[in-house]
């Protein structure tokens, strides 16, 4: 029986790890798109973000979750 459980924390221990690579991820990600949507506002001093151009950030974003979820 002592066994069973320390199976059981081996196999559950990649969940928090997993958790954790994808929050640094994501965030570096965030950062690095907010880095550019800066420098693409410093040239003509306002940041035009048409509702074009979010929809198709949008449907990128969702189809790289969906890639992902399939590995």
Partial sequence: MGNESMEITTTDNWKPRALVIGGVVG??????????????????????????EGVKIGVLVFGLLRSITNL
Avoid at 30 to 45: E, F, N, P
């Fill in 27 to 52: 965030a570096a990600v965030g950062i690095a798109a907010a880095y550019l949507l800066v420098q693409r506002s410093k040239g003509d001093g306002a940041s035009k973000f048409s509702v074009g």
